[in-house]
């Protein structure tokens, strides 16, 4: 049974925004996650409801697996969405927004001020934040376009009757803060942007008054395709995509409910939203910008206690990274462990005289990017440095233009992607001269190489200097950078030509053991599950008897079909404090277990329209850590929530069983790892050797 794409993902948000709702969760982290499923939601209109709108004004009679149009799934959209606004802002006004005044840090509203406080603030408004402040004239020929995402003033005014009234926008800069505080209001006050500049806006405006105002929110279609063609400046036109996204059609436009019908219908038709893309919003606008006060210094009572990330146990921090490695592969699992590791293995390669070169995809960077640092340094110490730069990466395109541009004035060879494909392949490539030999050291992720996110991401690292796997990493960067066909590897599986196909035989082979009447399994960990051969594989898999068990943390478009499909099935999707990223997948094979790492998920996009790397974790020892975190995510019953046949989920409950939570499990095993290792460090007895005699 297949389950819309669209109507999935809502239901992935849900769940983030049930962590919201948990009354057992301390208030800031409360806030945070429903920041987070707010944030979500701004992508999700960005780029999926965007594409849905394109294609219906297309007029393309397309349907998805599930038979629906475009206009029916945005029908479906805007039904889904509006229930879970209603939930987010009952959620925030009803439990939450009265936790913060119990707790002293609730906004103060400009009608509950003093008059002493409001000249205060006026004062504010005057000297901060007016000279930043730009009204524009909206109802004029050639009219500016309204940014995307930003929070703007809507203002009617005139110098007459209200008939002769004309409309002003006013964007609120992202310089400033959207909480202002003021030593007025308290050591904790503050009121928020909008009601300050709201309250003294008129000011600007001499000789005119103000009839009506509100803030309001425009988000634009993100969805827009890079034309790839022979010859072109591919970065050139990453750089116009990025123009055009600020400014392309509006698919929701956000107000307050409330606002004078008039003002909302000129508002409507300035930006040329259908009443289809108008949500009226039951409190403030850009509930992201609330969940920054969980990240804030202070209000610890307010929080969880914070998990500290381990260094690995399998690392020796007294020796190189190379030595390291030498002695035998290394697994990391971020944020449990440590990301310092890989961090420091290019920090090393860029200094050693011995590395002669180094290559790396770079898919989505932290903004002071440490890899980047050690790239240039490597490029500017003479040694061969390629680097693959992803410049599709939604949202991260002019981030990664500007990184592009500082690694290839350090001298480092920059490739811009693969034409047609997007490369989200996680990999290193270290060559090093070892006793007149090169070696090749080679890194294998899942996740990104962003020193940020890996503090906030569960993700695998293996490290690794085994000679296939050099061989097949040397021969994929010839590939990408070269632009030649991709041919069988040894060990390894890229997409978009090998992966799918290797998936697909090893489900195959369980649903011939499984109908042999031996056991058979497979057990898999993603972000997304929507591939359309992937999941006929999993439907028949099931029918024959294989144990199917699926960690799905987001998009998941199939259910069994039938009562014996969903007899052999079980699909958890897990939403705790770390994000779930990690890409796992485990196939019985009788007995002798293969177990894969990858970056790409079971959808059509990642096997099939994009560059990805599957590797086999073949340690015995790190082949059985990699399984146990996927038996951990099968027992976890309080972050888990069960995915049913309608394409819902309902949180799981301890009932008879002890409550398990898989991600509290795996830091305790990190710390007790850690704990294990600096105790046989510490006891361990090195005797002091007599110089042998000549």
């Given amino acids: 049974m297949y389950i819309n794409r669209e109507l999935s993902w809502l239901e992935f948000n849900q769940r983030v925004l049930n962590q919201a709702g948990r009354r057992e969760l301390p208030l800031l982290e409360r806030l945070k996650f429903l920041a987070i499923s707010a944030s979500n939601l701004d992508e999700f209109f960005q780029v999926r409801v965007g594409g849905l709108v394109l294609m219906e004004r297309s007029g393309k009679s397309a349907v998805d697996l599930t038979g629906l149009s475009a206009g029916a799934q945005l029908e479906l959209v805007r039904k889904r969405t509006e229930e879970m606004v209603r939930e987010q802002y009952a959620l925030m006004d009803d439990e939450l927004l009265p936790l913060m005044q119990e707790a002293g840090i609730a906004p103060v509203r400009m009608d509950e001020v003093s008059a002493a406080q409001r000249s205060t603030l006026e004062e504010y408004f005057t000297a901060r934040i007016a000279p930043l402040l730009t009204p524009l004239a909206m109802e004029v020929e050639n009219a500016p376009l309204l940014p995307n995402l930003s929070l703007i003033l809507g203002l009617e005014l005139t110098n007459g009757s209200a008939e002769e009234s004309r409309l002003v926008a006013v964007t609120l800069p992202d310089c400033l803060p959207r909480r202002v505080h003021s030593a007025c209001l308290g050591e904790e006050g503050y009121v928020m942007l909008e009601d300050l500049v709201g309250a003294f806006i008129g000011n600007l405006f001499e000789g005119e008054r103000l009839l009506s105002q509100t803030p309001l929110r425009v988000t634009r279609n993100g969805d827009i395709a890079v034309q790839e063609e022979e010859g072109s400046d591919f970065a050139g036109e990453m750089s116009r995509v990025l123009v055009a996204r600020k400014f392309s059609d509006c698919v929701r436009l956000e107000l307050p409910e409330g606002v004078p019908p008039r003002l909302e219908k000129r508002l409507a038709a300035l930006v040329e939203a259908r009443e289809m893309a108008i949500y009226r919003i039951p409190g403030y606008l850009r509930l992201v910008d609330f969940g920054r006060m969980a990240h804030e210094p202070g209000n610890d009572r307010l929080k969880v206690a914070p998990w500290r990330p381990c260094f690995p146990a399998s690392v ?90 500082r690694l290839q004035q350090a001298g480092v060879q920059v490739v811009y992607g693969v034409k047609g494909y997007k490369t989200h392949a996680k990999i290193m490539l270290i060559v090093r001269r070892e006793n007149g030999m090169l070696r090749r050291y080679c890194h294998f992720g899942t996740g990104n190489y962003n020193e940020d996110t890996a503090r906030l991401y569960s993700d695998l690292s293996l490290l690794t200097c085994d000679e296939a796997l050099g061989a097949d990493a040397s021969q994929f960067f010839n590939c990408v950078t070269g632009l030649t066909q991709i041919h069988r590897f040894r060990r390894v599986f890229p997409s978009p030509v090998m992966m799918k196909a290797r998936l697909l035989e090893l489900i195959r082979a369980e649903v011939a053991r499984a109908r042999r009447g031996e056991k058979a399994y497979v057990h898999a960990k993603m972000n997304s599950l929507n591939d359309e051969e992937m999941m006929s594989a999993l439907e028949e898999a099931a029918e024959a008897g294989v144990e199917i068990r699926l960690n799905v943390r987001g998009i998941c478009c199939w259910v069994p079909t039938s009562e014996t499909g969903r007899r052999h099935t079980r699909i958890v999707s897990i939403v705790d404090r770390y994000l779930e990223h990690a890409r796992i997948f485990c196939f019985h094979n009788g007995g002798e277990a293969l177990v894969y790492m990858a970056s790409a998920d079971w959808m059509s996009r990642n096997l099939d329209r994009r560059v990805e790397l599957m590797v086999p974790i073949e340690d015995k020892k790190l082949a059985r850590r990699a399984m146990d975190i996927l038996a951990a995510c099968f027992r976890d019953n309080t972050q888990a929530s069960l995915l049913n046949e309608s394409g819902g989920s309902a949180l799981l409950a301890p009932l008879l069983e002890p409550p398990f939570r898989m991600q509290e499990f795996l830091q305790h095993q990190a710390q007790q790892h850690a704990r294990t290792r600096e105790h046989n460090s510490l006891t361990s007895l090195e005797p002091h050797l007599p110089k042998s005699s000549r």
Avoid: W
């Fill in 316 to 405: 020796d921090p007294d020796l190189s990274m190379f030595d390291n490695i030498a002695q035998g592969d290394i697994l990391i699992h971020t944020p449990y462990e440590s990301y310092e590791p890989v961090v420091k293995l290019m920090e090393e390669a860029a200094a050693d005289p011995e590395v002669l070169a180094i290559k790396q995809v770079l898919y989505r960077t932290a903004q002071d990017s440490r890899f980047i640092n050690a790239l240039c340094r490597a490029a500017e110490l003479g040694k061969q440095v390629t680097v693959l730069v992803e410049l599709k990466a939604r949202f991260d395109e002019g981030h990664n233009l500007a990184q592009a541009e």
